[in-house]
């Protein structure tokens, strides 16, 4: 899992809520990844998408691009069972040599009101600093190898947990943010009602007081 | 005696957190015994029990899978999933038992039976050390 190999398959994991109403949440990632893809590949054969969330799913599928894996109805606040099951199977795509690179794509939370479409290469573990870290003088048991084995496919997957939990974050405060406004423009446009209204009835009842008092002086 | 600090994390948190005198776990290789002063070390662990010992009391974590790691001041030990003796709900393990149980005689030797047999595994683990609280 941490040599690269000739790449004949991209993976694509793209992180995405099931429900709209999140302002531009899905849209940002979703034209991102669809440049990407499109800058990279000429034909659907040459990728595979991972979909965790409805409106990514959709996207995909109506675009006929394959979906490979998919999870829906991830809950607002996740566990490691619920994503347990297709971190494991993408993977195994990896191992499988179904697809030779992967590469995830999620909603970065910065701030309540700031998100930020993240690229990140899973596999094959590239990104490892070994020049400066401090290597302790660990005994393996059995040996390194066999510890290799076992250790980097569950670090693989606690990368994708980490990053549905962040792509969570960030749809939650997206969400927020965008209810928010639109609390915001529903009471302005209520204001400007409510005074148009007022302003309409104040007009009809001194128009109705002018027909009164001027009738009443023509009786007389 | 000297104690040494032990921390069972999941991705779902923290398990357990506490100064013990011995872990006993059970690594691929075999059971491995740590106490205080032991060298670093790292261990992938297989499902099973392990056992911590502080005086006469001794815990029990279920753990599925996972590593042990030994530093000279703490032990950590990351799994995918570990319980402790108390919490486990002993009701649901044993359903988790009966369904592997009825998944395996379904089925022939595929992935699946691989499947059904790790969760077997993991359920009668769990009920083993639910009944030693």
Not at chain 1, 20 to 42: C, D, F, P, Q
Not at chain 1, 67 to 87: K, N, R
Not at chain 1, 135 to 164: D, K, R
Not at chain 2, 46 to 61: E, H, M, P
């Amino acid at each position: 899992m941490l040599t690269s190999r000739p790449v004949k398959k991209t993976g694509y994991l793209v992180i995405t809520s099931d429900r709209g109403l999140a302002g531009a949440y899905n849209s940002s990632i979703l034209r991102h990844v669809h440049k990407t893809i499109l800058e990279r590949h000429k034909s659907n054969d040459e990728f595979v998408i991972i979909a965790i969330g409805r409106v990514g799913r959709d996207f995909f599928v109506s675009r006929n691009m394959h979906v490979e894996l998919e999870v829906t109805g991830v809950p607002d606040q996740p566990s490691f069972a619920d994503i347990s099951s297709l971190a494991k199977s993408t993977v195994n795509l990896y191992l499988n040599e179904l697809c030779d690179e992967l590469y995830m794509y999620y909603n970065h939370y910065v701030s309540p009101i700031q998100q930020e479409v993240t690229e990140k290469q899973v596999l094959p573990l590239a990104d490892f600093n070994t020049s400066n870290a401090t290597l302790t003088s660990y005994e393996f048991e059995p040996n390194a190898e066999e510890i290799l084995e076992v250790l980097l496919p569950q670090y693989a997957e606690s990368l994708i947990y980490g990053a549905l939990l962040d792509g969570k974050a960030s749809e939650h405060s997206a969400r927020m943010t965008a209810m928010k406004s639109a609390t915001d423009n529903a009471k302005e446009l209520i204001d400007s009602l409510s005074l148009q209204y007022n302003r309409a009835r104040q007009a009809a009842i001194t128009q109705e007081i002018t027909e009164i008092v001027g009738g009443a002086a023509a009786l007389e | 005696m000297k104690t040494i600090k032990v921390n069972v994390v999941t991705p779902d948190g923290p398990v357990y957190d506490a100064e013990v005198e011995m872990v006993s776990t059970k690594a691929k290789s075999g059971e491995l015994g740590i106490m205080a002063g032991h060298v670093p070390t790292v261990a992938p662990l297989t499902i099973g029990a392990v056992r911590l010992k502080n005086g006469s009391n001794t815990d029990y974590v279920a753990v599925n899978g996972g590593f042990l790691e030994v530093r000279p001041d703490v032990v950590t030990i990351l799994a995918q999933s570990a319980e402790r003796a108390e919490t486990i709900d002993l009701a649901r393990a044993q359903a988790a038992k009966a369904r592997a149980e009825q998944r395996l005689q379904n089925n022939d030797g595929s992935n699946d039976a691989k499947r059904a047999n790790l969760a077997l595994k993991r359920a009668i683990n769990r009920i083993q050390i639910a009944e030693m609280r």
